[in-house]
């Protein structure tokens, strides 16, 4: 009982470990060898524990003693005993090893658990044809997490810290740092979008007629519109811009009570072309699809909760376009 009295005031007045031990000279397997020993006490059973030798958990014995600047155990008649030093160790060790087991041990990700703040970099266009379908599962899954849109543009990712982007949703036309890691989630192709009574939606949509009239450009800091000027220019063309404006909706309503043109990918434009009385013929010149993909920086590859939105975001997006492929029908 008196013994038991000295170890607990020998614990809370005496520190085990200072700051001036050595730090370099302590590593996990020295740690974990005095744990065995501690249980154990016995260096020929302890020595089995660790798949070592005895000679070799001898020698780290001595290292310890060395260290502890203390025997930690001595032999008697039973065999070895703890000093009262090494058993004022138990605690702190065991808790110490608990310690460095969560610290590498990868930690399960509870999406109904998660109370981060997701950053996803979008133009209007894509937070206008994916988004809603995004925040539904994102919601539905996390209930008190947040996600924040921020508008991406042409440059943006090579602008902003990796520290600040957790994921972005873009084409080919937006230029990505080329140490992200990038995944293709999709692709869209390209139409002429116009009123539906302007006067061309009942005829073949030639070249010339599509230069004729004046064409709406949605501003995003770059976007399909930069390949259709590209791709002009290489036949001598180049075509009126009549309005730009920033958002796309915006672009779609004007559209529908003028007479201007709007080249553009199709998913948001098909889903709103009841409500703006709009519809589409192929483009008169050879334009490739448009295609998507998530990047994202190698700061938060392997983060479990990045890892679940980045596969969240992928079958959505997929979801939606291989859907819309399907049902496509051009008008």
């Excluded at 590859?301 to 376009?321: F, G, T, V, Y």
Aim: proline share 5%; aromatic share 6%; net charge positive.
């Amino acid at each position: 009982m008196m013994a038991h009295k000295r170890l607990n005031h020998f614990e809370t007045k005496q520190p085990i470990v200072t700051l001036k031990m050595n730090q370099s000279q302590v590593d996990l397997k020295l740690l974990l060898c005095l744990s065995c020993l501690l249980k154990h006490q016995n260096v020929s059973i302890a020595a089995d524990e660790m798949n070592m030798s005895q000679p070799a958990m001898s020698r780290v014995l001595a290292k310890l003693r060395t260290l502890f600047k203390d025997t930690l155990f001595v032999r008697t008649a039973v065999g070895m005993e703890p000093t009262v030093h090494a058993l004022t160790l138990v605690q702190p060790l065991e808790r110490t090893l608990n310690q460095l087991t969560e610290l590498f041990s990868k930690q399960d990700f509870s999406p109904n658990e998660c109370k981060r703040s997701f950053r996803l970099h979008m133009t209007s266009y894509l937070t206008q044809a994916h988004l809603p379908d995004i925040a539904d599962a994102f919601y539905t899954a996390a209930p008190n997490a947040q996600l924040e849109i921020i508008n991406l543009q042409e440059k943006s990712l090579l602008q902003q810290s990796a520290q600040n982007i957790d994921l972005a949703l873009c084409s080919q036309v937006m230029q990505v740092p080329e140490h992200f890691h990038q995944i293709p989630v999709g692709e869209e192709v390209m139409s002429c979008f116009m009123a539906k009574n302007h006067p061309l939606s009942n005829e073949k949509l030639t070249l010339d007629r599509f230069l004729d009239y004046p064409h709406i450009v949605v501003s995003i800091g770059g976007g399909p519109n930069v390949l259709i000027e590209t791709n002009l220019s290489k036949l001598g063309k180049v075509r009126k811009v009549g309005l730009r404006v920033p958002h796309y909706l915006g672009a779609l309503e004007v559209l529908s009570r003028t007479k201007v043109l709007f080249s553009s990918t199709s998913f948001v434009a098909d889903r709103f072309s009841q409500l703006f009385s709009i519809t589409s013929l192929p483009l008169p010149i050879q334009q490739d699809s448009l295609n998507y993909v998530l990047a994202w920086p190698p700061t938060v590859h392997n983060d479990p909760a990045q890892q679940w939105l980045r596969k969240l975001c992928a079958r959505i997006i997929k979801s939606n376009l291989k859907s819309y492929k399907k049902s496509f029908v051009v008008h």
